[in-house]
């Protein structure tokens, strides 16, 4: 049936003018905020997987000394090595899975961490008690945020890491009932091992 004459004929085109700008700048620009999660998720994971190659570290230096100044402890930073090794190999995981190297502090951590762990472990029980109190509640705090900063963007890099906390917290709590508040080792070595450690996570997260 015809239409009357006059009568407005309707646009074939279903968007408006610039519609198909808007589009293409809208997708554009959620790649491009896609990717900056992205990015910044794989330097999370790549500075996390560095720490825990340090921290196992730091339990091998302190494991080795403590046979001789904490016999007591020994079985405990075995279980604590353990837990971190367990812990490198899901961030290395993810990474591989993500087609991403190692971070380029890797093997200084490796080397601070056992330069740590042998400097502490010769000092005593007090001293490796007070040093894991101090790396965790840095790394217990970084982790926390990192999982605000990648809740609902980055689902993968947020499971690894909320995998880890349960047994990073129990580092910290199990430690911190060896440590009487104000002691030497806990007012020296706390400042000095929270800064070291604030300053690898740091260092790891540049470009």
């Given at each position: 049936?015809?239409?009357?004459?006059?009568?407005?004929?309707?646009?074939?085109?279903?968007?408006?003018?610039?519609?198909?700008?808007?589009?293409?700048?809208?997708?554009?620009?959620?790649?491009?905020?896609?990717?900056?999660?992205?990015?910044?998720?794989?330097?999370?994971?790549?500075?996390?997987?560095?720490?825990?190659?340090?921290?196992?570290?730091?339990?091998?230096?302190?494991?080795?000394?403590?046979?001789?100044?904490?016999?007591?402890?020994?079985d405990e930073l075995k279980a604590f090595r353990s837990h971190e090794q367990r812990h490198r190999s899901i961030f290395w995981a993810e990474l591989r899975r993500r087609q991403r190297p190692r971070c380029r502090s890797y093997w200084l951590c490796g080397f601070g961490g056992l330069v740590l762990g042998l400097i502490t472990g010769l000092l005593g029980s007090g001293a490796i008690a007070a040093t894991t109190v101090a790396v965790e509640s840095v790394v217990l705090r970084h982790l926390q945020q990192q999982l605000v900063a990648l809740q609902g963007s980055d689902p993968a890099a947020v499971a690894a890491i909320s995998s880890i906390v349960a047994e990073e917290q129990q580092h910290h709590d199990h430690s911190a009932s060896h440590v009487q508040a104000g002691t030497l080792w806990s007012r020296l070595l706390s400042p000095i091992v929270s800064a070291s450690t604030e300053a690898v996570i740091w260092l790891g997260m540049r470009r």
């Amino acid at each position: 049936m015809c239409k009357a004459a006059g009568a407005p004929r309707q646009s074939l085109n279903p968007h408006p003018p610039g519609g198909y700008a808007h589009l293409v700048f809208d997708c554009m620009d959620t790649i491009a905020r896609s990717s900056a999660t992205h990015d910044l998720g794989d330097r999370i994971l790549k500075v996390n997987h560095a720490g825990e190659h340090g921290a196992i570290n730091i339990y091998s230096g302190q494991l080795f000394m403590a046979r001789l100044t904490a016999p007591g402890l020994v079985d405990e930073l075995k279980a604590f090595r353990s837990h971190e090794q367990r812990h490198r190999s899901i961030f290395w995981a993810e990474l591989r899975r993500r087609q991403r190297p190692r971070c380029r502090s890797y093997w200084l951590c490796g080397f601070g961490g056992l330069v740590l762990g042998l400097i502490t472990g010769l000092l005593g029980s007090g001293a490796i008690a007070a040093t894991t109190v101090a790396v965790e509640s840095v790394v217990l705090r970084h982790l926390q945020q990192q999982l605000v900063a990648l809740q609902g963007s980055d689902p993968a890099a947020v499971a690894a890491i909320s995998s880890i906390v349960a047994e990073e917290q129990q580092h910290h709590d199990h430690s911190a009932s060896h440590v009487q508040a104000g002691t030497l080792w806990s007012r020296l070595l706390s400042p000095i091992v929270s800064a070291s450690t604030e300053a690898v996570i740091w260092l790891g997260m540049r470009r």
